[in-house]
């Protein structure tokens, strides 16, 4: 394929420099420990008694440690003499299949083998009340079967609302334990009644009239490691979460800018956010009725160089940039992708940006299509992805920007460099 001229040329790249922020980064040393302590805080008033059978619902999040949190709730359920099952609960996600969504959790580390209880996957729902007049709740069939249910989630900003609770312990007993037509009635519904108010009354209403006992609530701190963790009696969720949803405010990470030329996501991914890409960082959200996140930041064009491994070809969010690599492209399921944005009625996240041949054209016809704006004096910045804010890169012309932040300490100065493919070489250590 032809190029115009101006992307065909070689151009020089703006100066770079690596840019180190200091976060508060508390975090909890032993888990397993806290794990206990909170279940112990839950258990004594959930009924749950030996003999019984508890469905524990994981969702598709990368949280910090999964594998070791579910396993540590496992292990306390059976030292009740209850018998645990874990359900898969992540709405559509998984290309809405039971076998996608046990793969799904393969890939985040919670098996059969890993946690000691048995994975099963099934999409069967079973309609447990209305509310609003109007609007369906539904509940994994797998979990109703159990004598108890609880979930586990972490507590972190929506994607495409504020409110006082966001994600958390709510949004996984509307959508994720919903399964798919859990996460379809979520969000038609949502189109009328607001996202919170909705999530409130339905999550409120799900808590009474299924079998769930209590929440486990995760909050990680800007370094992605747990923070928190709380168990979450069901008479408590939006009282517990709303405090929590604070906490995870106060601790997440974003970049020391209100405007950018350019910003380089490396990667995106449904293990890093549910939106692939946060807007809470980017400040890019186009959807209907989507709050908006641009106050936040705004950058004239968004590139993404790769998905993530672990998102499994799901490229929800590459419609929120500007330019993909074919990079992008040839790892795209879209299947997968249009199942998730059809479900959670973002359209536009799975529409198909400009895709160039690799990283070093992709991030030259960012730069070229800003205006006149000379590449060496644009404002650039460089992330690994979303979730990862400690360290990124940022060009010459941030750099008095940098001075005023004090949290922001410049640990080194470069190029970017490509290989002989036009791919950007390693910017992490």
Not at 227 to 232: Q, R
Request: glycine letters at 8%; charged letters at 20%.
């Amino acid at each position: 394929m032809r190029y115009p001229a101006f992307i065909e040329t070689d151009l020089e790249f703006p100066e770079f420099c690596r840019v180190r922020m200091r976060f508060r980064a508390e975090q909890i040393k032993d888990l397993p420990a806290a794990v206990n302590r909170e279940m112990d805080s839950v258990l004594p008033a959930s009924g749950i008694r030996a003999g019984d059978r508890v469905a524990v619902g994981v969702g598709s999040r990368g949280i910090d440690q999964l594998g070791v949190i579910v396993r540590a709730v496992c292990k306390r359920i059976k030292a009740l003499g209850a018998q645990p099952l874990i359900v898969p609960a992540m709405g559509s996600h998984g290309g809405a299949t039971a076998e996608g969504q046990a793969a799904v959790l393969q890939r985040l580390g919670v098996t059969a083998e890993s946690c000691g209880a048995p994975v099963v996957s099934s999409m069967e729902v079973e309609r447990i009340g209305t509310v609003l007049g109007e609007v369906p709740l539904y509940f994994s069939r797998d979990a109703l079967a159990a004598d108890h249910c609880l979930v586990i989630n972490r507590i972190k900003p929506h994607t495409k609302f504020i409110g006082p609770a966001e994600s958390g312990i709510l949004k996984m007993l509307c959508i994720g334990m919903g399964k798919h037509q859990g996460a379809v009635a979520y969000h038609t519904w949502a189109m009328k009644h607001g996202f919170f108010p909705l999530l409130e009354v339905m999550g409120q209403a799900i808590a009474a009239a299924a079998n769930f006992r209590f929440g486990l609530a995760v909050v990680e701190n800007a370094y992605d490691r747990v923070l928190a963790v709380a168990g979450v009696p069901a008479d408590r969720i939006l009282a517990e979460e709303t405090r929590l949803n604070a906490l995870a405010k106060a601790n997440m990470p974003r970049l020391p800018f209100t405007d950018l030329d350019v910003l380089v996501v490396e990667r995106i991914g449904k293990e890093i956010s549910g939106s692939g890409m946060d807007p809470n960082v980017t400040g890019r959200a186009y959807d209907l009725m989507e709050s908006d996140f641009s106050a936040r930041l705004k950058a004239k064009r968004v590139v993404i160089l790769n998905l993530s491994a672990k998102t499994g070809g799901n490229a929800i969010g590459m419609g929120n940039a500007d330019i993909i690599t074919e990079k992008v492209f040839q790892a795209l399921d879209y299947e997968a992708t249009l199942m998730n944005a059809l479900t959670s009625l973002s359209l536009h996240k799975a529409f198909i940006p400009v895709r160039l041949p690799n990283d070093q054209k992709a991030i030259q016809a960012a730069l070229t299509t800003i205006g006149p704006t000379p590449a060496s004096a644009s404002r650039v910045v460089v992330i690994r992805d979303t979730l990862h804010l400690a360290e990124f890169w940022a060009s010459r012309a941030l750099r008095a920007d940098l001075a005023g932040a004090a949290e922001a300490e410049i640990v080194a100065t470069g190029r970017l460099r490509f290989d002989a493919s036009g791919n950007l070489m390693p910017l992490w250590d």
